[in-house]
């Protein structure tokens, strides 16, 4: 039977994709093509082109990209009726650059299966890894992801097989495996993706890891944000336990695995794991000191091996191929792909699945397609969210691996990757991050809690236009002081993007402080909502953004703004391409 | 979902849904989860039917609905409107948005207009990062959005 494949995973929702797939459902019943066709629906694939619609038949696969739900009688109609394609509709070039220059491991299924099904899942090979699996000794199992060098995708790096080996090697009568899917980072949607869908991919990575420690229960500790992820999740686990893939005695080998879900409850810091485990508990989520380390005591003070929802997904992969082809992809020290969510001002957003060590420069000019809007220059890539770094187009060449990230002053978090342009600020980018990292710290340790509000202070005082020289020599003495006194992640991070951003962007710093300019136009204080008459093009494209009407305009005349009117919204700051309005 | 928003609270709801999860480990947060469900905030009756049935003091239900940014102690409006404070809906223009909405509802972020319809709130990041900026109204996700696009989606929610 011939498909029709629609992405729905939350971006596709967000673009209306569930009316799209009803629609076709009714229309394919209308002209009685119900017999020949049957809509799937499928997590998103990674590229954000609102609706993506395939039709697969035996011997050909036409995608659909922009497909709006007023789209869809126009598809079935001329072509599955008539057999002859909507051209305009069809990908283009964009969508083939996108998805040629990826290596999909992780990211195989989505958008291919629908995640509800178990059935699509075992027909591409699911489960086959598991059935090795529990077929070898625990330490064979570590041993194989050990030799094929997979580290934590959540941020850390820290080698698995090592991990799994000390909880191994702990002793006690009960142990945990939990899968952390406290997706925090703003700008990060990597496991929300495989969550959605591919859920059996972490379940199957989740009861190999259970094999090879000895635990009997597995959490996925999932953000509350995430509502159709649980979903799926839960539909995921039911159907594996039906199968006899999760429960008592999987496959006769008396090897008994069962997980459950927990919601988080909105907390940044939970993506901690010892703060991870005692909200699980059911407790405020505070870190604690770490050793002893999870692995020897963790859930309920039980050895517990946390990993993230990334590093599960490979884990079936890694046992069905085997070490060396997966040690065979990526740099020296950082071994196998890496998914990435390409967002801000870049041309294709979506999620990239690619091998350690490609370019930043492949990755926004290759697959992404470059800027979003071509007037206005690539500035700088933010890496690893409120705990990484913002890095400039002078570092474009270089390698995505762990070191080479580490080296500059940022992190390689959980992939998290927002490309900004020259309208954004780099002050008020570092001042966006100290809020969140304020708002989001535990409170436990006092620089963190102080420090970071002071940082935040004096960035507010530099984006407001009152900044002062001795403020850079501020923020840099503090922001080491919170990074090297505080006792989590959190803290020891948090100070990154104001660092950073001081490092590589010092000039943008140097304008806020001592000319009172944002040379980006965004920080409210330091605008004059005035147009700069030599860069406007008068094109007239401020003065149909405006809601209020305070713009004057007329065919081949500059703009005026009309101050009396103006809310000091900024919609047309941020709809001239030529950066005319300051 | 849209939050009820009752204030009668009755104590046999309540027991009811301890009793559910009872003999768990680590009960407290899916249980005031599930009160917030049925009320859309979490009540003080509720907070002391907890503490009494669970013995535990209430500062210690306080302690953590104070530290989640998911619960509310107050009641919140028929439709709950959440902007993306992502990153990426950030440098998109998330914040001219909340600024416009702000100004349109006439209530400041974590507030509920007079008449009830509708509660302003933000949301770190609701992984939607290559539709922003996004807003969130109940359970729709609205992507790509901009001012204009605002105020016809708070029309349909009877602005």
């Not at chain 2, 309540?14 to 979490?42: A, T």
């Not at chain 2, 039917?49 to 210690?60: F, H, K, N, R, T």
């Amino acid at each position: 039977m011939d498909k029709i494949l629609i992405c729905t995973g939350t971006s596709g929702i967000a673009a209306y994709a569930v009316e799209v797939a009803c629609l076709f459902e009714e229309l394919i019943k209308k002209h009685k093509l119900d017999e020949q066709y049957r809509v799937v629906r499928v997590g998103d694939r990674g590229l954000f082109r609102d609706v993506l619609v395939d039709v697969v038949t035996e011997d050909s696969r036409l995608v659909y990209e922009f497909v709006k739900p007023e789209n869809v009688e126009q598809i079935v109609i001329e072509h599955l009726v008539g057999g002859r394609p909507v051209e305009k509709l069809l990908a283009g070039k964009d969508y083939e650059d996108f998805f040629s220059g990826q290596m999909r491991i992780v990211l195989s299924n989505c958008g291919e299966i629908d995640p509800e099904d178990i059935g699509e899942y075992i027909a591409r090979g699911g489960y086959e890894a598991l059935k090795t699996a529990v077929s070898m000794e625990s330490l064979d199992i570590i041993e194989t992801v050990t030799s094929a060098g997979l580290r934590g995708r959540g941020g850390g790096g820290f080698p698995t097989g090592l991990k799994w080996k000390f909880c191994f090697e702990a002793q006690g009568d009960e142990k945990y495996v939990v899968c952390n899917a406290d997706e925090g980072d703003p700008g990060a949607f990597m496991d929300r993706s495989v969550l959605e869908g591919d859920p059996h991919s972490v379940i199957e990575g989740m009861a190999i890891a259970g094999r090879a420690i000895g635990a009997a229960s597995g959490v996925i500790y999932c953000r509350a944000e995430y509502p159709l992820a649980v979903k799926r999740l839960q539909c995921a686990i039911d159907d594996a336990g039906a199968r006899g893939f999760l429960g008592d005695n999987i496959m006769g080998t008396g090897f008994s695995f069962d997980i459950e879900i927990m919601q988080g409850a909105g907390a940044f810091v939970c993506g901690e794991e010892t703060a991870l485990i005692a909200s699980i508990e059911g407790k405020r989520g505070l870190p604690r000191p770490r050793p002893p380390f999870p692995a020897v005591k963790g859930l309920w003070d039980k050895p517990t091996n946390i990993n993230n929802v990334e590093t599960f997904a490979n884990v079936r992969h890694i046992i069905a191929k085997g070490a060396d082809w997966y040690s065979s992809i990526g740099t020296d020290g950082s071994k196998g792909t890496k998914v990435f969510a390409l967002a801000g001002k870049v041309k294709n957003t979506g999620l990239v699945e690619v091998p350690m060590g490609t370019t930043i420069k492949d990755l926004v000019f290759g697959l992404g397609g470059g800027m979003a809007r071509k007037m206005v220059k690539f500035k700088a890539v933010q890496l690893g969210g409120p705990s990484g770094g913002c890095l400039p187009e002078s570092l474009a060449d270089m390698s995505i691996d762990y070191e080479s990230i580490t080296g500059t002053g940022a992190i390689m978090g959980s992939g998290g990757m927002i490309i900004m342009d020259q309208q954004t600020c780099m002050v008020d980018v570092a001042r966006y991050f100290l809020e969140f990292t304020v708002e989001e710290s535990c409170g436990q340790c006092t620089p963190c809690r102080v420090g970071l509000r002071r940082m935040l202070d004096v960035l507010i005082e530099i984006t407001d236009g009152r900044g002062k020289p001795k403020h850079m020599t501020f923020l840099k003495e503090m922001g080491e002081t919170v990074k090297s006194m505080s006792l989590c992640g959190l803290g020891q991070t948090a100070p990154n993007p104001a660092l950073t951003t001081m490092r590589y962007f010092q000039d943008e710093y140097d304008l806020h402080v001592n000319k009172k300019e944002c040379p980006a136009h965004v920080c409210p204080e330091l605008l004059k909502f005035k147009v700069i008459e030599d860069k406007c093009a008068k094109c007239g494209m401020c003065q149909k953004t405006c809601p209020v009407d305070a713009i004057e305009w007329k065919k081949g005349e500059v703009a005026r703004i009309d101050l009396e009117k103006c809310t000091e919204c900024r919609s047309c700051i941020r709809a001239c391409p030529f950066m005319a309005i300051e | 979902m849209p939050a009820v928003n009752t204030s009668e609270v009755k104590k046999s709801d309540i027991v009811g849904m301890i009793e559910h999860h009872r003999e768990k480990k680590g009960v407290l947060i899916p249980l005031l989860q599930e009160v917030q469900d049925r009320y859309g905030y979490v009540p003080k009756e509720a907070v002391e039917i907890i503490a009494a049935e669970l013995d535990v003091y209430p500062v210690d239900i306080y302690g953590i609905l104070t530290f989640y940014a998911q619960f509310h102690l107050k009641p919140r409006g028929r439709h709950i409107i959440k902007v993306c404070m992502g990153t990426a809906c950030y440098i998109m223009g998330g914040k001219e948005i909340l600024d416009h909405l702000k100004g349109t509802l006439g209530i400041e972020i974590d507030q509920t207009t007079e008449d009830g319809n509708f509660t302003l709130e933000v949301v770190s990041c609701l992984g939607c990062c290559g539709m922003g900026p996004v807003v969130m109204v109940d359970e729709k996700f609205y992507g790509r959005c901009d001012l204009q696009k605002m105020d016809e989606v708070l029309q349909e929610y009877g602005k």
